[in-house]
Structures are given as structure tokens and as C-alpha cells.
Nanobody
Framework: QLQLVESGGGLVQPGGSLRLSCAGSQYTFDYYSVGWFRQAPGKEREAVSCISSDGLRTKYVDSVKGRFTVSRDYAKNTVYLQMDSLKPEDTGIYYC??????????????????????WGQGTQVTVSS
């Protein structure tokens, strides 16, 4: 079974940056498209970004466009989420998940889309002064 481990969260001031990592336990992680999700206190989990398995297609929710960048390193079986110009509303637990859907050139973060069956344990991001 594929296991995912997130890291890189922490406390940062508004305007600061963090880079989250999502490491897959198997080389097959490279064949999955991967999504990043977050859940703020008292709110539902929302999709933030995704990257296709071939690494060529990315998507972002409107609230993070221009500030967050998703990428992947196949040699390390790892997907990254670079977060810049962080805002207090970015605070939450960030999760990565692997999409087992039968596609390599797209990724999905639209509600109800994607087959995200494998999830990490999450990493806390707090943006506060």
C-alpha cells in the first residue's frame, strides 16, 4: 500500500514562505497524479493544487494562484508545494493525496473529481504575526 508523508509545515509570519514535501513510500508514487488539500479550523477540507503524473500539468485554486507552486522530483519520489506570500487565511492542516485515476497528463481538484484513495497524515501550517 502506498504511504505518503508530509513535512515542512510550521509557523510563519504573513508574507513569508514555506515549502511542503510529500514523500511517497514506493517508486510507483511517480505514476500518480498528486493533490494538495488543506483544512482550516472549523472549515471543510478544500483542494489547493495538483500535479499530473507526467509533471506537465498543474492546477491551483484561485485563492493561491500566483503564490503557490507545485512540483515533483521523480528521483526522490517526492512532490513539493512551494508557498510564498503567505496569508493568515492559508492557515490549516495541509495534506497530500495520490490520485489513482487512469490518466497521466491531467490532474483534478474540482469537487467530486479524482480518485484520491491514499492520504498522508498532514502537516500544520500557521501564518500569524
Amino acid at each position: 500500500q502506498l504511504q505518503l508523508v508530509e513535512s515542512g509545515g510550521g509557523l510563519v509570519q504573513p508574507g513569508g514562505s514555506l515549502r511542503l514535501s510529500c514523500a511517497g513510500s514506493q517508486y510507483t508514487f511517480d505514476y500518480y497524479s498528486v493533490g494538495w488539500f488543506r483544512q482550516a479550523p472549523g472549515k471543510e477540507r478544500e483542494a489547493v493544487s495538483c500535479i499530473s503524473s507526467d509533471g506537465l500539468r498543474t492546477k491551483y485554486v484561485d485563492s493561491v494562484k500566483g503564490r503557490f507552486t507545485v512540483s515533483r522530483d521523480y528521483a526522490k519520489n517526492t512532490v513539493y508545494l512551494q508557498m510564498d506570500s503567505l496569508k493568515p487565511e492559508d492557515t490549516g492542516i495541509y495534506y497530500c493525496a495520490a490520485d489513482s485515476g487512469p490518466y497521466t497528463t491531467i490532474c483534478r481538484i474540482e469537487p467530486g473529481k479524482g480518485q484520491y484513495n491514499d492520504w498522508g497524515q498532514g502537516t500544520q501550517v500557521t501564518v500569524s504575526s
